[in-house]
């Protein structure tokens, strides 16, 4: 597709399950982002990917939240141990370079820990 | 970090009058400055952009404006309408970093 594609588009999971979210970001695009925006707020910044290089992880709240990038494409985001206050809409989104390159959001994945 | 402080965190507005949302940053060397809109239920959409080496940017009835020296931005919609309601972000990036966003402005456009 064109655009930043999520999966799923919503999870509802018990607490202390795990869940993998995915990302599909725009093809040819190097930067990668999560964000997670809970009821009403703002955007908070979760992990960056860059091409090659180290992920920035400085916003993963957690070790219970890590996420991957395979072949430079495709990424998830894994949620161990869910709590409550995991619940959140989870955002990806891709700009083809890091730096001052337009970011296109993906339509999130709603989570909800019950 | 950056810090990026976003006011009035709620705008009614009467169709057909001005809306403004006002931006702050903290760190001078962020050079780019994202206005995202999100609708309900939906991902953030870009909607204008404006670089540290412009102090204005216009497109159609939005416009953007920067004072590097005050270290703050604004977004400016002219003429509104019922399908500008929506929530809007302002955000502010430093070279090779994630996008720093403000808390984010509703805005209701009475018809």
């Known amino acids: 597709g064109a655009g930043v594609s999520q999966s799923p588009s919503n999870k509802v999971t018990e607490k202390g399950k795990d869940v993998e979210l995915r990302c599909d970001p725009i093809?040819?695009?190097?930067?990668l982002y999560w964000y997670r925006q809970s009821l009403g707020q703002g955007l908070e910044f979760l992990i960056y990917f860059q091409g090659n290089s180290a992920p920035d992880k400085s916003g993963l709240p957690s070790d219970r939240f890590s996420a991957e990038r395979t072949g430079g494409s495709v990424s998830t985001l894994t949620i161990q141990r869910t709590q409550q206050e995991d619940s959140a809409v989870y955002l990806c989104?891709?700009?083809?370079?890091?730096?001052?390159?337009?970011?296109?959001f993906g339509q999130g994945t709603r989570l909800t820990v019950v | 970090g950056e810090n990026v402080e976003q006011h009035p965190s709620t705008l009614s507005v009467q169709e057909g009058d001005s809306a403004v949302i006002k931006c702050t940053y903290s760190d001078s060397a962020s050079n780019y400055f994202p206005w995202y809109k999100q609708e309900l239920g939906k991902g953030p959409q870009l909607i204008i952009d404006?670089?540290?080496?412009?102090g204005e940017k216009k497109d159609q009835r939005i416009a953007v404006t920067l004072n590097k020296t005050a270290k703050h931005f604004s977004l400016h919609i002219t003429e509104t309408q019922p399908e500008d309601s929506a929530v809007y972000f302002c955000?502010?990036?430093?070279?090779?970093?994630?996008?720093?966003f403000g808390k984010g402005t509703r805005l209701s456009v009475i018809a």
């Open positions: 404006i670089r540290s080496n412009v």
């Open positions: 955000a502010a990036l430093m070279g090779n970093t994630p996008l720093v």
């Open positions: 989104a891709s700009s083809l370079q890091g730096g001052v390159a337009e970011a296109f």
């Open positions: 093809s040819g695009h190097t930067a």
